[in-house]
């Protein structure tokens, strides 16, 4: 939903860059995305993820890995008056656990309710550009039970398999979309089930032409 700027991050000295892998034939094969949890989130939603990823990103990965030791809520993420969490600190976590265990891309879920400043809420956030690894999803929105709604497990991890495709695809470089495509963004949970959990043919030409 929300997109991040390595330059950005530069700025304020956030993270330290790392390097593209090349080859003669341009760039290589993304070989590993990591799905990691912070805190308490159930596993099988990783495992969930991890199996729907692999048809949605067909050979883009050579490995995709779920991560089972959690990470820690990043310190001062917490916001009292908002009573969420800040979300670039997560990304901020992710992208130092991804430099340090060489993951290409990581995928970080979260049952937190994350923001921006910019907004009042986010679904996810990524970092943006050439060189991004990161990406986080939150999944207290995604709960049907939040709208007031008896709880359906299908429509819960559906949800949660298309935010984690959308953040996903910032950090291999898309843009939002205005296509029927899973990069239309998402500013109400009515438009993250309108959408589908594919990309457009003109979104995923993109990808294709960069790795």
Known sequence: MSKIHLKDYKKKNLINYSSIIFSKKGCEII????????????LKILEYLRENFKKVFKNL???IRVIEEPLEIPRNAYDSKRNQYLSPLFLHEIRIYAEKNEYDKVLGITSL??????????????????QAKAAIISLYRLYPNFYG?????NLFLLRT???GIHEIGHTLGLEHCRNYCIMVFSNSISDTDRKPAAFCEKCWSKIESKF
């Open 113 to 130: 309710d994350l923001f921006v400043y910019e907004l009042n809420f986010v679904f996810g956030q990524a970092e943006f550009g050439s």
């Open 161 to 163: 398999l298309k935010e």
């Open 61 to 63: 990965f050579e490995y």
């Open 31 to 42: 070989p590993e995305l990591g799905l990691f949890r912070f805190g308490k989130v159930d």
């Open 149 to 153: 709604h008896p709880f359906d497990e």
